[in-house]
């Protein structure tokens, strides 16, 4: 984690221009939380009256930071609100110290700003099972404080990331009874991607007007089938913390009913999730698997999630080798309903197997210079019923066992 690993091969040429929300300023330093001259602590303070919404992970182990977050989203209040996040260390499986560390670093924060500590929501990813030098944090506040800048969520991006090789960003803009309203986010995640509510680390914030409860139903439904269809490696991490704040600075007031605002967010919510995985360690290779046919949706993602995940089903994808047996496997292991007989299988627009037999037609040469592109397809059709969903996953290369075997060092 120490040496800056090198470009993902599918990294966007640039950090997007994201849109100015009002409301909103970053602010970043160096805190020396592990490592010395790094960028390593963000914070992000947002206008009185802000609605927060988050999901999180469902992990057992989920860590102090994420227990706080998830007892401090239902309060509503007037006051303004602020999100400060580390990188370096996950301040998981610290024990009441972690806990310590949370209120340590929650309530200074507060102080500083001049904020109900109830409204102060607080990140940290990076090495499990160190306690946090809380102290270093907060002996930063003021001069983070001093440097905020709304136009500071680059900044903000790149002083979270741990391995990730890019920083990641994604914004909209949308018209809501002919007066725009801007959604922006940045989002951190490389490995230990398996989502289980949410994801890594991600902050979105927009200018709607919008009440907390209807604000926590939209990111609760639009994460089902975002953040939630991605996996890197299978594994669900202890920080996941996915947090939308709604300033109100434009003040155009969002419901329920906004189908134009919800796919918006939906928009941002989904290009961060693909970035996240075009960013998986050691990746080589961007996939998406589309399964329809299924019995219901939820089965579809579980067969999705089986290919995606599948060590096997990944290795043959970073060697390209169009081993469509691994597929078929994948699906047969994965717990939902399967009919070999009805089962099909396709690799981008090449039919491979129909009914459950290879296709006469198949080509191996055809697939295989298809499986040399950059981005793939997986199409599996289950043939026993209307339900569908796609999830998205990257290779599996000698790249991953290199970052995690020195992660610590």
Same mark, same amino acid.
């Given at each position: 984690?120490?040496?800056?690993?090198? &470009?993902?091969?599918?990294?966007?040429?640039?950090?997007?221009?994201?849109?100015?929300?009002?409301?909103?300023?970053?602010?970043?330093?160096?805190?020396?939380?592990?490592?010395?001259? +790094?960028?390593?602590?963000?914070?992000? /303070?947002?206008?009185?009256?802000?609605?927060?919404?988050?999901?999180?992970?469902?992990?057992?182990?989920?860590?102090?930071?994420?227990?706080?977050?998830?007892?401090?989203?239902?309060?509503?209040?007037?006051?303004?609100?602020? /999100?400060?996040? #580390?990188?370096?260390?996950?301040?998981?499986? *610290?024990?009441?110290?972690?806990? !310590?560390?949370?209120?340590?670093?929650?309530?200074?924060?507060?102080?500083?700003?001049?904020?109900?500590?109830?409204?102060?929501?607080?990140?940290?990813? $990076?090495?499990?099972?160190?306690?946090?030098?809380?102290?270093?944090?907060?002996?930063? &506040?003021?001069?983070?404080?001093?440097? &905020?800048?709304?136009?500071?969520?680059?900044?903000?991006?790149?002083?979270?990331?741990?391995?990730?090789?890019?920083?990641?960003?994604?914004?909209?803009?949308?018209?809501?009874?002919?007066?725009?309203?801007?959604?922006?986010?940045?989002?951190? $995640?490389?490995?230990?991607?398996?989502?289980?509510?949410?994801?890594?680390?991600?902050?979105?914030?927009?200018?709607?007007?919008?009440?907390?409860?209807?604000?926590?139903?939209?990111?609760?439904?639009?994460?089902?089938?975002?953040?939630?269809?991605?996996?890197?490696?299978?594994?669900?991490?202890?920080?996941?913390?996915? &947090?939308?704040?709604?300033? $109100?600075?434009?003040?155009?007031?969002?419901?329920?009913?906004?189908?134009?605002?919800?796919?918006?967010?939906? +928009?941002?919510?989904?290009?961060?999730?693909?970035?996240?995985?075009?960013?998986?360690?050691?990746?080589?290779?961007?996939?998406?698997?589309?399964?329809?046919?299924?019995?219901?949706?939820?089965?579809?993602?579980?067969?999705?999630?089986?290919?995606? #995940?599948?060590?096997?089903?990944?290795?043959?994808?970073?060697?390209?080798?169009?081993?469509?047996?691994?597929?078929?496997?994948?699906?047969?292991?994965?717990?939902?309903?399967?009919?070999?007989? *009805?089962?099909?299988?396709?690799?981008?627009?090449?039919?491979?197997?129909?009914? $459950?037999?290879?296709?006469?037609?198949?080509?191996?040469?055809?697939? !295989?210079?298809?499986?040399?592109?950059?981005?793939?397809?997986?199409?599996?059709?289950?043939?026993?019923?209307?339900?569908?969903?796609?999830?998205?996953?990257?290779?599996?290369?000698?790249?991953?066992?290199?970052?995690?075997?020195?992660?610590?060092?």
């Amino acid at each position: 984690m120490g040496a800056t690993p090198p &470009l993902s091969p599918l990294a966007p040429a640039a950090f997007p221009s994201l849109p100015e929300i009002g409301g909103v300023s970053f602010a970043t330093t160096e805190a020396g939380v592990r490592y010395a001259g +790094r960028t390593d602590v963000m914070l992000a /303070i947002m206008a009185p009256g802000t609605a927060m919404a988050g999901v999180f992970t469902r992990s057992a182990t989920r860590s102090a930071a994420v227990l706080d977050c998830q007892k401090k989203i239902p309060f509503q209040s007037e006051a303004g609100a602020a /999100i400060i996040v #580390n990188s370096g260390n996950a301040n998981a499986f *610290t024990g009441r110290n972690g806990e !310590a560390a949370v209120t340590a670093v929650t309530s200074a924060v507060a102080r500083t700003l001049d904020l109900p500590e109830a409204r102060v929501f607080s990140s940290s990813t $990076g090495v499990i099972g160190e306690p946090l030098p809380h102290d270093r944090i907060s002996a930063k &506040l003021e001069e983070l404080k001093g440097s &905020l800048d709304p136009h500071g969520i680059e900044n903000a991006a790149r002083a979270i990331m741990t391995t990730d090789t890019f920083p990641k960003g994604s914004g909209t803009q949308v018209e809501i009874d002919g007066q725009p309203v801007r959604i922006a986010g940045i989002a951190k $995640g490389s490995g230990m991607i398996a989502p289980d509510m949410a994801t890594m680390l991600v902050y979105i914030f927009t200018d709607a007007a919008i009440e907390q409860p209807i604000l926590q139903s939209m990111v609760s439904a639009l994460n089902q089938t975002t953040f939630n269809c991605i996996t890197v490696d299978s594994d669900t991490s202890t920080s996941d913390t996915l &947090l939308v704040a709604a300033t $109100g600075a434009s003040g155009i007031r969002v419901t329920e009913n906004s189908i134009t605002f919800m796919e918006g967010l939906r +928009r941002v919510m989904l290009d961060l999730a693909h970035q996240v995985v075009r960013d998986g360690e050691g990746a080589t290779k961007f996939v998406s698997v589309s399964v329809t046919g299924a019995s219901s949706d939820a089965d579809a993602r579980t067969h999705g999630l089986a290919i995606a #995940n599948s060590p096997l089903v990944k290795t043959a994808i970073a060697g390209e080798d169009p081993n469509w047996g691994r597929v078929v496997m994948a699906v047969g292991k994965s717990g939902a309903p399967a009919d070999r007989d *009805t089962l099909s299988i396709w690799f981008g627009d090449i039919l491979v197997a129909k009914d $459950g037999w290879v296709n006469p037609d198949y080509s191996e040469e055809a697939a !295989a210079a298809y499986m040399k592109n950059p981005e793939l397809d997986i199409h599996v059709d289950l043939g026993l019923g209307g339900g569908r969903a796609v999830v998205w996953t990257c290779d599996l290369t000698h790249g991953y066992i290199d970052i995690n075997a020195d992660y610590r060092s």
